[in-house]
């Protein structure tokens, strides 16, 4: 079974959709812990790691989760290092995405990456990813962080459209990148507000392919 953990009860709808469209009969639970974030924003990722220590245990232990999959980019990086300790996999949602971002523009020595996020938090954990994917590589990334400002007052105030609205509006303004990597899972949406005309530069969000991974990784235990 797969277990995903959350930090925002916002995100639970949207994997079950995205399972039942692309994924079904895959046997998800969800496990929302928002306090982790707050500790990891307010702390550091590593403030939390006690905490989420203990919630991938009881989802192991107690939950049966054979796959847990990790959807908060903040602690993504935390949650992964304790899979070991668990002998199940514990994956990062956004991997696959910073994977995809450094394999973006293979014509180019370095590959140029925006990554827009709503809270300050993100920006590091996920910066981290894509050096260590693009390492892996044997790429060069230049990265540039773009907060989307005013954002995250709207998503914690259950304004979705406006949170999704001023995502949109801060990649339409985005110029001289390879590709843009949209850091958190609550801001996939976005991709769909962005103006028509802007430049044909991919806007990569985490939710499908981090599903995909999950899902193989079930299928393979």
């Known amino acids: 079974m797969l277990t995903l953990l959350h930090t925002s009860p916002a995100h639970v709808p949207v994997f079950e959709v995205l399972r039942d469209r692309e994924h079904p009969g895959l046997e998800m639970r969800h496990v929302v812990h928002e306090e982790l974030l707050a500790r990891a924003r307010s702390g550091g990722p590593g403030a939390a790691g006690s905490e989420v220590a203990a919630v991938l245990a009881a989802a192991v232990g107690e939950g049966g989760a054979t796959v847990v999959l990790c959807t908060c980019s903040t602690i993504g990086a935390v949650a992964e290092a304790y899979g070991a300790r668990l002998g199940v996999p514990v994956l990062r949602l956004d991997r696959p995405m910073a ?4 394999a ?4 180019r020595d370095t590959v140029r990456i925006a990554v827009v996020a ?4 993100t920006f590091g954990p996920t910066c981290d990813l894509i050096r260590e994917e693009a390492d892996a590589a044997e790429r060069r990334a230049d990265i540039r962080t773009v907060p989307a400002e005013g954002a995250w007052k709207h998503f914690e105030d259950g304004d979705r459209d406006g949170y999704l609205d001023r995502v949109a509006r801060t990649v339409d303004a985005i110029t001289g990148v390879d590709v843009v990597v949209l850091a ?4 996939a949406d976005a991709t769909a507000r962005t103006r028509d005309d802007r430049t044909a530069v991919p806007v990569l969000s985490s939710p499908g392919p981090g599903l995909r991974a999950a899902a193989a990784a ?3 235990r």
């Not at 973006?104 to 014509?107: G, H, I, N, Q």
């Not at 958190?184 to 801001?187: C, D, L």
């Open 104 to 107: 973006a523009a293979p014509e």
């Open 99 to 102: 994977a995809a971002a450094v």
């Open 118 to 121: 709503t809270v300050d938090s």
């Open 218 to 220: 079930v299928r393979q």
């Open 184 to 187: 958190q899972a609550s801001m």
